[in-house]
């Protein structure tokens, strides 16, 4: 290759790689063909052919999508190498409007290039009207059952607010930020910060990055957390593995109000092993229990478990690795070869043991995954307070007369907590896979509650002649894990010094 020719392809390269809207389109353009086609198969029967209705047609509005999505790649691989910029934004419109199909791919790679340049804030309010304009369709397949839940209105009439709210949301942080009259925004930021009681991850961070940006309106100086969520928003998997996270959040709160606990757990022997429907998304099991509802529950079991089995170890193993690496040697040896032994043991067994010795429920199971993964936050804790307890700050506080308890509490920590922060995103995806595991083998939650395990064992005898039954569930747990593992990955990347 000439010496020319591998300067013009690396002149290429480089221009392709600063549009990140070509990775976001060529993933839009790829699943949401591979789901269409996938749901057209589904349509396919051998004896009477492809049956038409609902399914085809949403296979059909997803590979209309991925056609869309491939034809604006195209466009933009070939005019990006050319020294151009992304054309046909605005039918990035278009691609938008395939949410209404739940086609999460699609829309995220119209919004990528409608607009060459956004916001932290905007971007941030797009995402929370996405997220809750999902969870309102999800919710909204529950007026096809026979039953509806006592509240289901309120909680559809909930969404629907805050749907509005951010539409609202959008326009007004356009116009305030044109304007230059920041402040006015601050009530908003308010209800924001209240309509994410609903388990709207971006409407919180939106609602606080608000409030911190007319906090500092007029000062130079860059707020790192603020700062940290931008560099997160250049990985497109990232900003996926978190939507994910929170639109099962947010489903996991509302289905209080929009989904009928009775479907998860009440056996109905007329409707045994059904196929996917309208009214049965997922079809049924073998108790005549509809696993669409059961999954749904199962999310805030599983979310619930590896929260807080992340949570206590992180504050537990925290504080232990905290002493253990800023005061003296011989509480460094006693804390940490009591750790070392626990450590010894592997972390299943010990949870296995624990559950077999106190009995199989959520309790126990929260308690055993706890105290295994305390001693790996421990020896985090103790690497990065070692490394900060040398720094100039801690020689300026100890100057300006303050106790070593508050040095390690007001500024050590603090400073440590970045590499704890992103074990914990990829621990509780771990800790989602343990509970779904142990639930399986009988050792996890119990057996009548609906969790993603339990469905999974219940579904497991029908692979050969109704496979829904455990795919679907499966497909949970993945997505879930991989969401908190391209979470953990962008959170490396944005805390990264290097990187920065």
Request: charge should be positive; hydrophobic fraction near 55%.
């Amino acid at each position: 290759m000439t010496r020319e020719k591998l300067f013009s392809k690396r002149v290429r390269a480089r221009r392709l790689k600063a549009y990140p809207e070509l990775t976001a389109l060529g993933i839009g353009w790829g699943a949401s063909l591979i789901i269409g086609l996938l749901l057209l198969a589904g349509c396919y029967d051998r004896e009477t052919g492809l049956r038409l209705g609902g399914g085809a047609l949403f296979a059909a509005l997803y590979l209309f999508a991925g056609a869309l999505c491939l034809v604006l790649y195209i466009a933009a691989r070939i005019r990006v190498a050319a020294g151009g910029g992304i054309p046909l934004r605005r039918l990035g419109y278009l691609a938008i409007l395939t949410a209404f199909t739940g086609n999460v791919f699609a829309a995220i790679a119209g919004f990528s290039i409608i607009r060459e340049k956004r916001s932290l804030e905007y971007e941030l309010c797009y995402y929370a009207l996405l997220n809750d304009l999902l969870v309102m369709l999800i919710s909204l397949l529950n007026y096809f059952k026979d039953v509806l839940a006592a509240y289901f209105y309120v909680g559809i009439g909930l969404l629907a607010a805050t749907v509005v709210l951010y539409l609202a949301a959008l326009v007004a942080i356009e116009r305030a930020q044109a304007s230059g009259h920041y402040r006015r925004l601050a009530p908003l930021a308010v209800v924001l910060i209240l309509s994410a009681g609903l388990g709207n991850l971006f409407a919180l961070l939106l609602g606080l990055v608000i409030l911190v940006r007319i906090k500092n309106e007029g000062n130079a100086r860059t707020i790192q957390w603020v700062d940290t969520i931008r560099r997160i928003y250049r990985n497109y998997m990232a900003v996926l593995g978190f939507l994910i996270i929170s639109l099962l959040l947010t489903l996991a709160v509302v289905s209080a109000f929009t989904f009928h606990y009775g479907y998860a757990v009440s056996n109905d022997y007329g409707n045994l092993l059904r196929e996917p429907c309208l009214e049965y998304p997922f079809g049924t099991d073998n108790l005549g229990l509809c696993v669409f509802t059961r999954i749904v529950f199962g999310a805030r079991i599983s979310l619930i478990i590896g929260i807080i089995s992340t949570a206590v170890p992180i504050v537990v193993g925290g504080l232990l690795g905290a002493m253990s690496g800023y005061y003296s040697e011989r509480l460094d040896n006693g804390i940490m070869r009591i750790l070392d032994v626990l450590y010894a043991i592997p972390s299943t067994l010990l949870t296995i043991a624990i559950v077999a010795a106190f009995g199989a429920n959520t309790l126990n199971l929260i308690v055993a995954l706890s105290i295994s993964n305390v001693p790996v936050y421990a020896r985090t804790m103790r690497a990065q307070v070692m490394m900060a307890a040398n720094s100039e700050f801690v020689e300026a506080a100890r100057s300006c007369g303050r106790h070593e308890w508050q040095i390690l509490v007001l500024h050590i920590i603090p400073n440590s907590l970045a590499q704890i922060i992103v074990r914990a995103s990829v621990s509780i995806g771990i800790a989602v896979l343990s509970t779904s595991s142990l639930s399986y083998l009988g050792l996890g939650v119990e057996p009548h509650i609906p969790e993603w395990g339990n469905i999974l064992k219940v579904g497991s005898p029908y692979l050969e002649t109704d496979p829904y039954l455990a795919i679907y569930p499966g497909l949970f747990i993945i997505v879930l894990v991989l969401a908190f593992n391209f979470l953990g990955d962008g959170l490396r990347d944005a805390l990264d010094p290097k990187l920065k």
